[in-house]
């Protein structure tokens, strides 16, 4: 089993700033891709960003400009850096890896407010 554990999510006003960033550990083979979802009340959870093992990201366009993903410091960790946040932002957001043997892991999630 790979286990993900998310930090970083709260409450922050319209144009500030959130730093997200999940940790995978345990029965890791090979990780192929990190990421992010998010799921906003009533609505389907939704890719946000995603940062494959070669480097290569790639984001929501609603997000594009303002969010940026990246390799943490520490070995299989991803960090979301989200800029200009709207009130649409607002949702809980989960980490996931892909893992070539473990397959599509999730985190439990964070939960991201952004007020108007």
């Known amino acids: 089993q790979v286990q993900l554990v998310e930090s970083g999510g709260g409450l922050v006003q319209a144009g500030g700033s959130l730093r997200l960033s999940c940790a995978a550990s345990?029965?890791?083979?090979?990780?192929?891709?990190m990421g992010w979802y998010r799921q906003a009340p009533g609505k389907q959870r939704e890719l946000v960003a995603v940062?494959?093992?070669?480097?290569?990201?790639n984001y929501a366009d609603s997000v594009n400009g303002r969010f940026t993903i990246s390799r943490g410091n520490a070995k299989n960790t991803v960090v979301l850096q989200m800029n200009s946040l709207k009130p649409e932002d607002t949702a809980v957001y989960y980490c996931?890896?892909?893992?070539?043997?473990?397959?599509?892991?999730w985190g439990q999630g964070t939960q991201v407010t952004v007020s108007s």
């Open positions: 996931y890896v892909d893992d070539q043997f473990a397959g599509t892991c």
């Open positions: 345990g029965s890791i083979f090979r990780i192929k891709a």
């Open positions: 940062i494959s093992s070669g480097g290569t990201t």
